[in-house]
T-cell receptor, first 112, second 111 residues
Framework: DQQVKQNSPSLSVQEGRISILNCDYT??????FLWYKKYPAEGPTFLIS?????DKNEDGRFTVFLNKSAKHLSLHIVPSQPGDSAVYFC???????????FGPGTRLSVLP | DTAVSQTPKYLVTQMGNDKSIKCEQN?????MYWYKQDSKKFLKIMFS???????INETVPNRFSPKSPDKAHLNLHINSLELGDSAVYFC??????????FGQGTRLTVV
């Protein structure tokens, strides 16, 4: 019973192009969302967050979009760089709480 | 200076043994967590402590017991290890409800 889904296990993008990573959730009570990046043999690193009162949040090359009616969020990376190659996890919580539910991750490969 | 450090990084042990994983954070955070990443790569929260008080205790076997001697430490003790306990365990910390900072993980292999 996955409450947070990342249906693309992997994604390959050319350097300089846009990477779009998608995340869907089933629990309409989720109101706070995070994206993490993870390199091999390291712990996840926080990238960007968005709360349900917003539909967009931007931080440098990273932008997260939230569509509450579709229960969908996406992470856009522009321009993509080889160093962005990693596994990206989407996570969500209720009541801006600390009990985050993680998706299974999407492995992004940025090709030079 | 590592912000969230956990030891050991790798742990191989036999079924039935008791083992501990230690975690320390030097970020001054008030909340610490243990997550388990299973073979399917799902990260699932196990426990959360706020100011040394247990606030989240997901459905994990009671063979798993967290211990927080102070706000900067949250150790995980596992008794009577089973094959299914093999996974990567991540410690993390946060300031209240803010995003969590993760340690590098401990890969536990039970043989």
């Amino acid at each position: 019973d996955q409450q947070v889904k990342q249906n693309s296990p992997s994604l390959s993008v050319q350097e300089g192009r846009i990477s779009i990573l998608n995340c869907d959730y089933t629990n309409s009570m989720f109101d706070y969302f995070l994206w993490y990046k993870k390199y091999p043999a390291e712990g996840p690193t926080f990238l960007i967050s968005i709360s349900s009162i917003k539909d967009k949040n931007e931080d440098g090359r990273f932008t997260v979009f939230l569509n509450k009616s579709a229960k969908h969020l996406s992470l856009h990376i522009v321009p993509s760089q080889p160093g962005d190659s990693a596994v990206y996890f989407c996570a969500a919580s209720e009541n801006y709480g600390q009990n985050f539910v993680f998706g299974p991750g999407t492995r992004l490969s940025v090709l030079p | 200076d590592t912000a969230v450090s956990q030891t050991p990084k790798y742990l191989v042990t036999q079924m039935g043994n008791d083992k501990s994983i230690k975690c320390e954070q030097n970020l001054g955070h008030d909340t610490m967590y243990w997550y388990k990443q299973d073979s399917k790569k799902f990260l699932k929260i196990m426990f959360s402590y706020n100011n040394k008080e247990l606030i989240i205790n997901e459905t994990v076997p009671n063979r798993f017991s967290p211990k927080s001697p102070d706000k900067a430490h949250l150790n995980l003790h596992i008794n009577s290890l089973e094959l299914g306990d093999s996974a990567v365990y991540f410690c993390a910390s946060s300031r209240g409800r803010a995003e969590a900072f993760f340690g590098q993980g401990t890969r536990l292999t039970v043989v």
